[in-house]
């Protein structure tokens, strides 16, 4: 077991590496819709990539999953298969956000033997939900409130 100030060393080793893997600008916050980003997190359990819809405004975080879920078969045939979808994802400090995200499961951060799995994960799975949002955005931009 990793103590607390060894965990976020090891934490911070891993992210440097992804950096040097794959030195590359990711589009996360930059969407250009407030509280609509692009996000990767990774545990000692599992490593995820996602989508988080967090407008304070629930009627707008609706409708911008909507607006995913309306895109979810070209979305899934064409970009990124096994996604998770969910509305209403309760976060540890009780915020409701919407979230889409694909994960893969038994690899965390802290068994170093996993990272190169983890961040070809990363990057592929990002790559594509990127090149959606870039096709798409316009679309996914366009709510009525």
Same mark, same amino acid.
């Given at each position: 077991?990793y103590s607390k100030k060894e965990n976020?060393?090891?934490?911070?080793?891993?992210?440097?590496? !992804?950096?040097?893997?794959?030195?590359?600008?990711?589009?996360?916050?930059?969407? =250009?819709i407030k509280d609509f980003s692009f996000? &990767?997190?990774?545990?000692? =359990? =599992?490593?995820? $990539?996602?989508?988080?819809?967090?407008?304070?405004?629930?009627?707008?975080?609706?409708?911008? &999953?909507?607006?995913?879920?309306?895109? =979810?078969?070209?979305?899934?045939?064409?970009? $990124?298969?096994?996604?998770?979808?969910?509305?209403?994802?309760?976060?540890?400090?009780?915020?409701?956000?919407?979230?889409?995200?694909?994960?893969?499961?038994?690899?965390? !951060?802290?068994?170093?033997?996993?990272?190169?799995?983890i961040f070809d994960f990363f990057h592929?799975?990002?790559?594509?939900?990127?090149?959606?949002?870039?096709?798409?955005?316009?679309?996914?931009?366009?709510?009525? $409130?």
């Amino acid at each position: 077991m990793y103590s607390k100030k060894e965990n976020q060393d090891l934490k911070r080793a891993f992210w440097i590496a !992804f950096a040097d893997k794959y030195p590359k600008k990711w589009l996360l916050y930059d969407t =250009k819709i407030k509280d609509f980003s692009f996000k &990767f997190y990774v545990d000692n =359990k =599992k490593a995820q $990539v996602l989508i988080d819809i967090e407008p304070r405004n629930n009627e707008k975080r609706i409708a911008y &999953f909507e607006k995913l879920t309306a895109l =979810k078969s070209i979305l899934e045939d064409e970009f $990124v298969k096994d996604l998770v979808y969910e509305q209403d994802f309760l976060l540890d400090n009780t915020k409701i956000i919407s979230r889409v995200w694909i994960e893969l499961s038994d690899k965390g !951060f802290s068994n170093q033997n996993n990272w190169d799995l983890i961040f070809d994960f990363f990057h592929d799975k990002m790559t594509q939900l990127e090149l959606f949002y870039l096709e798409y955005d316009e679309f996914i931009k366009d709510i009525e $409130v």
